[in-house]
DNA sequence: ATCATACCCGACTATTTATTCGGGTCAATA
DNA sequence: TATTGACCCGAATAAATAGTCGGGTATGAT
């Protein structure tokens, strides 16, 4: 196992990461001097330099232009990987939801990625066929474009709802199926939109602590 | 319904956001002014200050030292509670997982709040009895305490598992827990290291897309 | 032994960036 | 119509910050 990086190149990676965590943005050179507790800014500049050659972090010219690349996330044991689940209180989804008290809001500068993936609680047993139950949760990754027979989550005015998705070559061509007999299949209208596709489910059993 | 904000202020709001963004540090008051398109910093000052006093920005004194506050990821609609999910390709769970081509790598500066929560993809059967099948997916939340009954994410060297916690006040008093008859359950060991909780399961047929 | 590399010092200079000053316009409102 | 609030100007000053110079000390490899 060889060494990409010294202890000390490390070090800094980890000021670097713990500044960004606390304040929110990045650290001057003045205040990595101190929490890595050398007194010239050329130790830091070193420093920093390796870890633009790596590809570790970038670092542009002027005040506090640094960043963290995925290699330094790496190097810091988290994974590069990630998706982002938002729970969310009001906006896109209808209702607000919240997830029992195990799941905390986490640093605001960050929340801005949750375009990608919400979460929403569902409620109703339109879609028990499907494997959906009422107090489930589901995983609704946003999209534009839909392929029928994806269960998707849909706005109607101001009302959520989570339906199979379907388009036919006959009428009403392009509608919303619950998975429950005993609900009837909606027709498509303007007032309707598609915010995303659910991805996966999680059963309302498993958000509770487990006893 | 009232008006918090302005809509220049919201403009700024969305400059200031899609900086970040893009470069993974808050700007400066020049690039704000221009991608404001104003040439005084004053106007960029007012502007500012007014988002400080309504505490949808923070500010301090120095460079770059902006970023924004729950309350303004609010506003730019993005739900301010999130949930960040790591899937991991090595390190601290034992095996890579791919979650199909669905989900993505998101921007890198960010991937450091994957401490929370990450994702492990189950293969085997040990767990059929509480719900979990081989090809699913869990959510670990990664915590030091447990409680007995908790069904955990372990490390046993260099390999990962997902057990029952059990403590019990007979023989072997700690120990992990198969949730299926075939398997034994196994004594708690110095070589094993407890990761987290199993907080959610998100079921195999649920990631692929649904034909 | 000499060389390269990782690390460090202190001080100086250059530059970037924020902050402040003293105004002005326009539209809504008292 | 006088006032207020939101927004804007240009320019000067003040401060923060980066970047650079010319070194030094170890340590391990050639």
């Known amino acids: 196992m060889e060494k990409l990086i010294t202890a000390r190149q ?15 943005y990045p ?8 929490n890595l507790g050398v007194s010239s800014n050329q130790s830091v500049a070193d420093l920093l330099e390796k870890l633009r050659q790596l590809k570790i972090v970038k670092k542009e010219t002027g005040a506090r232009t640094l960043a963290i690349l995925p290699l330094g996330y790496k190097l810091l044991n988290l994974p590069p990987l990630v998706l982002i689940l938002g729970v969310t209180t009001a906006g896109m989804p209808a ?9 905390r809001p986490v640093s605001q500068e960050v929340s801005r990625l949750i375009e990608e993936v ?9 879609m028990i066929n499907a494997g959906i ?3 489930d949760a589901v995983l609704v990754q946003t999209k534009k474009e839909f392929v029928s027979g994806e269960i998707v989550y849909a706005q109607i ?4 709802t989570i339906k ?13 199926k619950p998975e429950n007999p005993k609900y009837q299949l909606i027709p498509f209208t303007h007032e309707m939109e598609l915010k995303g596709k659910i991805i996966s489910i999680l059963k309302n059993n498993y958000w509770q602590p487990i006893k």
């Open 10 to 24: 490390k070090q800094l990676l980890g000021v670097i990461y713990d500044f960004i965590k606390s304040s929110g």
């Open 27 to 34: 650290p001057t050179f003045a205040e990595m001097r101190e």
């Open 95 to 103: 209702e607000a939801i919240e997830i029992s008290g195990e799941w």
């Open 118 to 126: 919400f979460m929403l609680k569902v409620s109703g047993d339109s």
């Open 133 to 135: 139950d009422d107090g």
């Open 157 to 160: 005015g101001d009302e959520g």
């Open 164 to 176: 199979r998705f379907m388009s036919d070559d006959k009428p009403p061509y392009v509608y919303l």
